[in-house]
């Protein structure tokens, strides 16, 4: 059952709980994602970046999701499709024919004022086809861009502001900086929790954490408690397909066929999807 991700976060927020974004470009990954959220009996929420699309193809990568959510299982779950760091406006209205039931637009890196112009048109775009807007006020940096210097003050999310910005744009949810960053990020490894219970307070939207892959699960909780409904996730999932790929070829050489390989790494995503979803709190909440 496909929702837009307000709904699904909503829930979330009123009920303690998290939802994991999970981020796919091809049949393994997708596979692996629906499985373990079917397992769980989990809302889902899964990730197509716009460098997905390139790679897949926006007819196929939809497509896919579409049917592999629809079958067994995973039917009935509510289950999002969300567009991740969307910042090609002129592709959203295609975006939106295609399947999307949920956008996230990136203007984070633009100045507040563009930030807040962008973001207000992709809601209004949205809202006609019921489709829901997550949008970035602050910047989540990304490991191998920042080559580990990051200036932590000047990019994270200013409570304030967020009030400011969601009131004037009417965004479903708000992407936020406080201390996290994409990727295996290890120059800071403590986040600006008063300054999330802030934002949460000051913003009234479900808040939503990039860069989660490599978050243990105590801050995952004290996370959600400051008001985060949503956490991003993309790295453990290569990760873990790339090292299960690694270890079944090192224990099988001779081996060439390609499903029994990008198999065994389906199984390891599968493993680690349910264990985020466990840590989310999202279990048997679908
Ligand atoms: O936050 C970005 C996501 O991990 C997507 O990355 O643009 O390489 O697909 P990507
Ligand atoms: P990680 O790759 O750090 O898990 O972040 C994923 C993400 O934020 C996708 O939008
Ligand atoms: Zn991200």
Redesign the pocket.
Known sequence: MFLPAKKILQDALKNGYAVG?F?TSNLETTQAIVNAAAVKKSPLII?I?ESAIKYAGLLAIISLIKLVAEQGQAKNLPIAIQL??GKNFDKFPLFIKAGFTSI?IDASRMPYAENASLTKKTVELARKSGVSVQAELGA?PY?DEESGFVSWGKIMTDPNLAKKFVEETKVDSLAVAIGN?????KERSDLDFERLRKISKLAKVPLVL?????FPADRIKEAIEGGVASF???????VAFTEGIREFLAENPAEYDPRLILGYGRQKVQKEIEGKIEIFGSTGKG
Request: charged share 15%; proline share 0%; glycine share 8%.
């Open positions: 974004a981020n990730n970046s991740d760091h996230m989540v490991a960053a994409h990727g295996f990020f990039h860069g989660a892959s490599d991003h996730i993309d790295t453990s999932l290569r």
